[in-house]
């Protein structure tokens, strides 16, 4: 939005909020992308250890989405996966899931 604006465009013009909106759109895309690399990357790839935000207590959406059909993951959600095993659990089941593919559809 700020180079539209910079180029002469108003605040509040098309081309801004076009520009804003898709802003917003790609970095929910990024995010989630990170999220599904979270299960499926490498440490090594990915600069973090992998299940990172599982491990900080994030519910991530391939969590979340996983946990509709797999309602065991719901306690490990609440509290926020901070009981010993809750990080292997958690990725036990979100593999048995669709949720990565989902996620990865939804980015």
Do not use: W
């Not at 995010?31 to 900080?56: C, R, W, Y």
Request: hydrophobic share 45%; with cysteine.
């Amino acid at each position: 939005k700020a180079s539209v604006i910079l180029g002469g465009h108003g605040p509040d013009s098309d081309a801004a909020l076009a520009c804003e909106e898709y802003g917003f759109h790609l970095g929910l895309a990024y995010q989630i992308i990170d999220d599904v690399l979270d299960f499926t990357g490498a440490s090594e790839t990915l600069g973090k250890p992998a299940m990172a935000d599982v491990n900080l207590g994030l519910a991530t959406a391939p969590v979340l989405l996983a946990a509709e059909t797999q309602p065991q993951l719901r306690p490990l959600i609440l509290r926020k996966f901070k009981s010993p095993g809750d990080p292997a659990m958690t990725l036990q089941l979100v593999q048995k899931t669709d949720g990565v593919d989902r996620a990865r559809g939804l980015a």
